[in-house]
């Protein structure tokens, strides 16, 4: 009797999202297929048939400590007897006021300002809203940003138009913010990309520049060379172009230091954070700033304030899992996980690199993508060939386009890396 009631709850389950949901990223009329998810668990996920698919890329990378970590629960729950949401203009609280401390100290060292928003996209948008608003304070109009080639920030307007053309924003395009698109440095081109952006500087009136420090993630984990951001960071600074590094992907670990950032001999003036910030407990976003910044808006005239706002705006339940989350990035079995992913992931690459049906396999931290080589004109179905492989074996990866990557929950164990690797190995043998 339980047995036919659950079916029918099941059925339900879908019929009810077929009828009333429109998902993101999904074109219905193509991809039918969904998965209904009723539990998680430290890197678990559970279906309703009782299969369960290991969290390879850590729902986009937010759940590094793993799915329903017990610490972030009791974080959680316990903030929501105290104070469970607030307006946090003409107010403030311990959750908020405790998390940016704790930010300030953990972040690059010239971060110095704080500014609460809700999610990924919004921490950029705000990045750029301060960027442009920064030369507007100082009574200079200038009216364009620029950012690399193939970038993802977001899909709000100014986190859209900053990103690269794709299926994403093409649709948009005409009614971006101005922007300039410089091509990423290799290593091999990085005298002509520091030429083109010194003939961007005199032709255009440039206010910040946008970047994803080290590692591309949305175009598909893509590295490029850090000394050739190392040289644009120094030209950008050399105009005053204000420069943001959006650190949505790569923030709290994922390469192996707390913010990529740090890898960098130059900090950014701007810093944007989401996904692990609150560990996909709750959505949240931090656009942090240095002083200087800061100052441009502190004026006696109204009109010179930052007038951006979000409702949920440091919501006291999401600092106080963040605030949380960070003592579990600095905890010791935290940091040793990372670094056995890190090796691990050596271990697999060297293991791998020479296969003759991949290319191009690149690790950083706890980061590894792989591109397979493919006949181009297959590219169009193999995404979708690949996830069902992947899947049904029981390992939950996303693959963008013909990369495969892994970005584990830092809890992953040995057992379960070990089978996330091999089928890959499997896949790639077999197809
Ligand atoms: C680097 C980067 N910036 C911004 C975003 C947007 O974040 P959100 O999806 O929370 O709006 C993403 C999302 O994947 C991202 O990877």
């Known amino acids: 009797m339980q047995e036919l009631k659950d079916t029918q709850d099941k059925s339900l389950l879908i019929a009810k999202d077929d009828k009333y949901i429109w998902h993101p990223l ?26 369960t698919y290991i969290d390879a890329i850590s729902s986009w990378y937010t759940c590094v400590y793993g799915h329903c970590n017990p610490l972030l629960v009791e974080a959680l729950q316990h903030q929501s007897e105290q104070l469970d949401q607030i307006i946090f203009s003409g107010f403030t609280h311990h959750p908020a006021a405790q998390l940016a401390e704790a930010l300030i100290r953990i ?3 010239k971060m110095s300002k ?20 920064y030369h507007h304070n100082n009574g200079e109009e200038r009216d364009t940003m ?9 899909d709000t307007f100014g986190a859209m138009s900053v990103s690269g053309l794709s299926v994403y924003n093409g649709a948009f395009e005409n009614h971006f913010i101005k922007v300039l698109r410089l091509p990423k440095p290799n290593g091999q081109n990085n005298e002509q990309v520091l030429q083109k952006l010194d003939e961007l500087i005199q032709k255009h009136r440039i206010a910040g520049f946008i970047y994803e420090p080290l590692i591309q993630g949305a175009a598909g984990m893509k590295t490029y060379c850090k000394q050739g951001l190392e040289a644009i960071l120094n030209l950008c600074n050399a105009h005053r172009i204000i420069t943001i590094a959006d650190e949505v992907m790569t923030g709290f670990g994922k390469t192996g230091h707390h913010f990529a950032s ?3 001999a130059i900090q950014p003036d701007v810093m944007c954070l989401s996904k692990a910030l609150t560990a996909g407990m709750l959505p949240m976003g931090v656009t942090a700033c240095q002083q200087f910044i800061y100052d441009a808006f502190y004026a006696d005239d109204i009109s010179k304030g930052l007038f951006h706002a979000h409702t949920y705006t440091a919501n006291p339940l999401a600092c106080a899992v963040a605030l949380k989350a960070i003592e579990l990035l600095e905890s010791e079995d935290i940091q040793t996980q990372i670094g056995f992913i890190s090796n691990s992931h050596t271990a697999f690459k060297n293991k791998i690199e020479t296969h003759s049906k991949v290319e191009n396999i690149r690790h950083i931290g706890v980061i590894l993508a792989l591109d397979l080589k493919l006949n181009i004109s297959r590219y169009g179905n193999v995404r979708d060939e690949i996830y069902n492989y992947f899947m049904s074996k029981g390992v939950y990866l996303r693959p963008l386009g013909k990369t495969v990557y892994i970005v584990p929950p830092y809890v992953i164990s040995k057992e379960e890396l070990s089978k996330v690797y091999k089928t890959i190995e499997d896949f790639i043998d077999e197809f």
Request: aromatic share 8%.
């Open 26 to 51: 999904t074109q219905h009329k193509i991809q039918k297929q969904i998965v209904p998810i009723v539990r998680a668990k430290a890197c678990k996920l559970f279906d309703d048939k009782g299969n």
């Open 107 to 109: 972040l690059p060292s």
């Open 114 to 133: 704080v500014y609460y928003n809700d999610n990924g996209s919004t921490a950029t948008e705000i990045g750029i809203k301060m960027a442009l608003q």
């Open 146 to 154: 620029l950012a690399f080639e193939e970038g993802f920030h977001g």
């Open 262 to 264: 740090e890898q960098l």
